[in-house]
């Protein structure tokens, strides 16, 4: 069993009040501010003072403290059986279940994506949402249309979106191959600063990681032959400025296919880079060149399904 600390926020001892995201291997360049810490819960007083008037039989003192004591008792045991009875629904506090919020039903839109309509308002269902991709890191969701799915294991550190079926690779048969994917990542290593660099820089490496080499080395569709660029420009994602680049690659075998990078500032945090890479086949299995816009358009902010990829944005009109 591996004992390597899970993804997550942890304390940044450089920057004492923030938090650094750890993607499970690395530190990011990720920051947030320290959330802060929860108040202190009442402390009940173990005795109460004594009273002014002594009158009455056995000291009204005594009487007084003895009365005080089991009222905060009563507070005590009724807050406890509140609280079950609040978790269960119940009157019966000894089993208690917590209650999910039921997901709003999701309709689709063009090409098959499903409604812009977000499950609730802070965006933690769509974890489980099987129609959404959640890139927490990123701060973005990405719908997912129909006949695609989100595959259970993800190559590194890639979220990933692809079609539901599989083929034989055309140049490697022993492997398998899909129509479309789509991935989100957060670029490292590199000195690019705005979208546009950073989209040209990306676009040789998503063309080869789909067409050329995978990760592994197999040559799944025998190599890029030849490639051209068919269209590039900004774009509005998520109330950002973005920069896209796509491409038309020729391949050994195989009918080749399309490929597009998308650079934008992030939503969240300092604003880091994010990548939304597109790989579609060519020919009539792969899936229409005008889901690669749709899914522009469709990204979000996490719980934010109402911001239009344009608003915010510096494009000329």
């Known amino acids: 069993m591996s004992n390597a600390t899970p993804p997550g926020w942890y304390a940044d001892a450089s920057a004492p009040g923030s938090e650094r995201w750890w993607d499970g291997t690395a530190w990011t360049a990720h920051t947030r501010a320290l959330a802060p810490a929860a108040a202190p819960a009442p402390q009940y007083p173990a005795t109460v003072p004594a009273g002014g008037g002594g009158g009455g039989r056995g000291g009204g003192s005594g009487s007084a403290r003895a009365v005080a004591l089991v009222a905060a008792g ?13 978790l269960t629904g119940r009157d019966d506090p000894a089993t208690p279940q917590a209650h999910s919020t039921p997901t709003p039903a999701r309709t689709a839109g063009t090409d098959g994506v499903p409604g812009d309509d977000s499950p609730s308002p802070d965006g933690s269902p769509a974890e489980e949402d099987p129609t959404v991709l959640v890139d927490q890191l990123n701060g973005i969701t990405l719908p997912i249309p129909d006949g695609r799915e989100r595959p259970e294991r993800n190559t590194g550190d890639l979220l990933t979106i692809r079609t539901k079926d599989a083929y034989d690779c055309p140049g ?3 492997s398998f191959c899909y129509h479309g994917t789509v991935t989100t990542r957060t670029p490292s290593g590199t000195d690019a600063t705005t979208p546009q660099a950073l989209a040209e820089e990306d676009i040789a490496d998503a063309a080869d990681r789909a067409y050329e080499e995978d990760l592994v080395g197999r040559r799944a569709h025998g190599g890029i032959t030849s490639h051209r660029q068919i269209a590039a420009g900004e774009v509005g994602v998520a109330g950002r400025t973005g920069y896209f680049i796509r491409r038309r690659v020729t391949t050994a075998k195989g009918p080749g296919g399309y490929v597009q990078s998308l650079a934008f500032p992030s939503a969240v945090g300092s604003e880091s880079p994010v990548i939304v890479r597109y790989a579609f086949d060519a ?16 990204i979000r902010p996490i719980g934010d399904s109402a911001t239009d990829g344009g608003v915010g944005s510096s494009i000329a009109r």
């Open 283 to 298: 020919g009539p299995d792969g899936p229409p060149l005008t889901l690669m816009d749709t899914l522009t358009r469709s």
């Open 172 to 174: 490697a048969p022993s």
């Open 74 to 86: 009563a507070v005590v045991v009724g807050a406890v059986v509140t609280g079950a009875v609040l």
